[in-house]
């Protein structure tokens, strides 16, 4: 596991997921709350993996250049930061249109049914 991740199991987790993982989140949030397209999500995503990775190898003396640890984490970056912005921007459309939307879920809004109203 610590070839493919380019770096050990608790410093994928602490580092990757809760740090990194917390910074893709309020990227996702803020992203959705000024009705930026998703699509770039991908390239805020791709900077925070290059972050990442210089983190673990400055800190924790990981591999700098690792293409399988620089995927896999801006997976989970990515993933983190859909995520948040499908959230954010069900909450907002919801919030924004309470009298067209209501929430269906997590991550979606359905139209208001008409005796719903």
């Known amino acids: ?3 493919l991740l380019g770096v050990s199991l608790p410093v994928f987790i602490g580092l990757t997921v809760v740090l990194m993982g917390g910074a893709a989140f309020m990227t996702g949030q803020g992203m959705a709350s000024k ?6 999500a991908f390239l805020y995503t ?9 983190l673990i190898y400055a800190l924790f003396g990981g591999q700098l ?12 970056l990515t993933l983190i930061c859909l ?4 959230m954010t921007q ?7 249109y309470p009298w067209l939307y209501e929430r269906a879920g997590l991550f979606g809004w359905r139209e208001r049914s008409p005796a719903a109203g």
Do not use: C, N
């Open 46 to 54: 791709a900077l925070l993996g290059l972050g990442d990775r210089f």
């Open 35 to 40: 009705w930026r397209p998703m699509r770039t």
């Open 65 to 76: 250049i690792s293409v399988t640890g620089y995927v896999i984490h801006t997976a989970v």
């Open 83 to 86: 995520a948040a912005y499908r």
């Open 90 to 96: 069900a909450r907002k459309m919801v919030k924004q």
């Open 1 to 3: 596991m610590e070839q």
